[in-house]
């Protein structure tokens, strides 16, 4: 596994596999089992994998939450490793961002409306941002993303359409942590309290998933678990919806063509927690 951390480097590495299929799968870093999980499908893909490990500034849109970002290199290193990556490219903010700021960026339209994107300016700019670097550096055939973080994966999508990537996205599931909780670098934030009501999220969405029926009204389904959320006293909820799957608008009612989505966020003490499921009707 080489290890790379200028843009010249990965070219000229990169430049040695012309003709085969990479696998990519970008990351900020604090690996964990739901990271690995896509570079395991990279892997059975692709004949060579590249992993990227970069905490992007342009993405948080609090300054605060973007220092104590969980940093772990050479934990992440020893995993990827053992995982059979051929490269990892952990560039500093400087070889990414040569220009400080970009004075051309890109504009996320609907699909960063809802969710998320209302409650964090700039975010979805910013993981574009990033992920079209990324994109042009590494030329992957295909690169793997989290339907843990749903709204990012939907709007990569439209990206690369929009925008003529011949990049397939591969969706991978959510992984989670024995009690349901969806594994997350922010969890390392959390206290032993706090951690254990941090599975309020899931526990929220698999009673949605329960109670859920063609033609129900969403208003209906939320005040069925309402009262679930007391029992919780540390979460503070953000939102919790349910979203188109393709367009992401939240939906009134509960239809098997919109392939509705439960979405859930909220923080825990200062740790911002988001987690999405899709309804069974
Ligand atoms: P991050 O390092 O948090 O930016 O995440 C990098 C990639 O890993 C994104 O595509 C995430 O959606 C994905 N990811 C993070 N947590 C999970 C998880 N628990 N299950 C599946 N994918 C995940």
């Given amino acids: 596994m080489k290890v790379i951390r200028t843009v010249s480097e990965l070219r000229?590495?990169?430049?040695?596999?012309s003709n085969s299929a990479i696998g990519f799968v970008p990351t900020m870093g604090n690996l964990h089992a739901g990271h690995l999980n896509l570079v395991q499908w990279a892997r059975k893909e692709n004949e060579i994998i590249v992993v990227s490990i970069f905490v992007n500034p342009t993405q948080f849109d609090d300054p605060h939450d973007f220092q104590i970002y969980p940093r772990t290199l050479e934990e992440d290193l020893h995993q990827l490793e053992a995982h059979y990556v051929n490269y990892v490219f952990c560039p500093r903010v400087e070889e990414m961002y040569p220009i400080w700021p970009d004075s051309i960026t890109f504009q996320v339209g609907e699909l960063g409306r809802y969710w998320c994107g209302a409650y964090r300016?700039?975010?979805?700019?910013?993981?574009?941002?990033?992920v079209a670097k990324l994109f042009n550096l590494v030329q992957p055939r295909r690169a793997y993303f989290g339907e843990k973080d749903f709204q990012q994966l939907r709007i990569i999508e439209e990206f690369v359409k929009a925008y003529?990537?011949?990049?397939e996205i591969v969706?991978?599931?959510?992984?989670?942590e024995e009690d349901g909780l969806a594994m997350s670098s922010r969890n390392r934030h959390l206290t032993p309290e706090?951690?254990?009501q941090a599975i309020v999220l899931y526990r929220v969405l698999s009673k949605l998933n329960e109670y859920a029926k063609e033609g129900m009204q969403v208003k209906q389904l939320i005040a069925q678990v309402m009262p679930l959320l007391e029992e919780y006293p540390l979460f503070r909820l953000q939102y919790l919806g349910v979203a188109d799957s393709f367009t992401?608008?939240?939906?009134?009612i509960l239809r098997k063509k919109n392939q509705p989505r439960a979405m859930i966020a909220g923080f825990i003490g200062k740790t911002r927690l988001i987690d999405n499921m899709s309804l069974n009707l």
Avoid: A
């Fill in 171 to 176: 969706r991978c599931p959510t992984i989670r």
């Fill in 248 to 252: 992401l608008r939240p939906i009134e």
């Fill in 12 to 17: 000229y590495f990169l430049s040695t596999h």
């Fill in 194 to 196: 706090e951690r254990k």
């Fill in 121 to 130: 300016p700039g975010h979805f700019n910013g993981v574009v941002q990033v």
């Fill in 164 to 167: 003529h990537y011949q990049i």
